[in-house]
């Protein structure tokens, strides 16, 4: 099942552009995710926030988190064309020594130059 | 150094017949996972090993589907018999966990079944 749901579903920017992704979860978390998948290959790691941090930037990315309002935002700032590709959030509930990752629905996003 | 590695990559069956995806995760890595990715939707957990154990099968269909990692390395994920809503790309990923830590995953390029 999935557990978080992220708006939009796709977004179409021009190069230059900032692109906004917002991500909605429902059950309480250890900490939250941002993951990009390019087309026909496995995702990749991008950034982790903690539950109990507000604001983390890493490069042009920046998340935040609101656990009052179970959402998170991923900004990519000055986007490039390279940046192409479905961005999925993941809410994570450390079990054990191990996490289980739950993923959203994803954001397809189109850096068109 | 080695990303996560599956194979194969693609694979075309009749339904019905069996079918075997393997995956080898980084070195050293403790945890494995096995997730399935259906068209336009993010992955779901089928199954998670930390070292050869399976922790988490919850949302394997264990009336077809099975999996192994034996001496905690590799992961075989099998499907007998296949059935047409099985076709979707199957990712593994892999991480080190340690008590407490937040961990992060590595996933493999994934196998693209198609089930006809």
């Known amino acids: 099942s999935q557990q978080g749901e992220e708006d939009p579903q796709a977004l179409s920017i021009q190069e230059g552009e900032n692109a906004t992704m917002n991500c909605s979860y429902k059950t309480s978390i250890n900490n939250l995710q941002w993951y990009r998948q390019n087309s026909g290959r496995g995702l990749v790691h991008l950034i982790l926030?903690?539950?109990?941090?507000r604001e983390k930037h890493s490069g042009r990315l920046r998340v935040t988190l609101d656990t009052s309002k179970k959402s998170s935002s991923l900004l990519i700032t000055a986007s490039r064309a390279a940046d192409t590709a479905s961005y999925f959030c993941a809410t994570v509930q450390n079990t054990g020594t191990a996490s289980k990752l739950t993923f959203g629905t994803g954001t397809r996003l189109q850096v068109t130059l | 150094e080695a990303g996560v590695v599956q194979s194969p990559r693609y694979k075309i069956i009749e339904k019905k017949q069996p079918v075997a995806f393997w995956c080898n995760p980084i070195?050293?890595?403790?945890?494995l996972y096995w997730y399935l990715q259906n068209l336009g939707q993010g992955p779901e957990l089928l199954i998670r090993?930390?070292?050869?154990?399976?922790?988490?099968d919850s949302q394997l269909p264990k009336d077809r589907f099975s999996a192994e990692r034996l001496k905690g390395v590799d992961s075989t994920l099998k499907i007998q018999p296949a059935e047409l809503g099985d076709s979707a790309v199957y990712l593994c990923a892999s991480s080190l966990s340690t008590s407490g830590g937040a961990h992060e995953q590595f996933f493999g390029p994934g196998t693209r079944l198609t089930v006809l």
């Open positions: 090993y930390e070292n050869e154990e399976a922790v988490d």
């Open positions: 926030i903690r539950s109990n941090e």
């Open positions: 070195s050293g890595h403790n945890t």
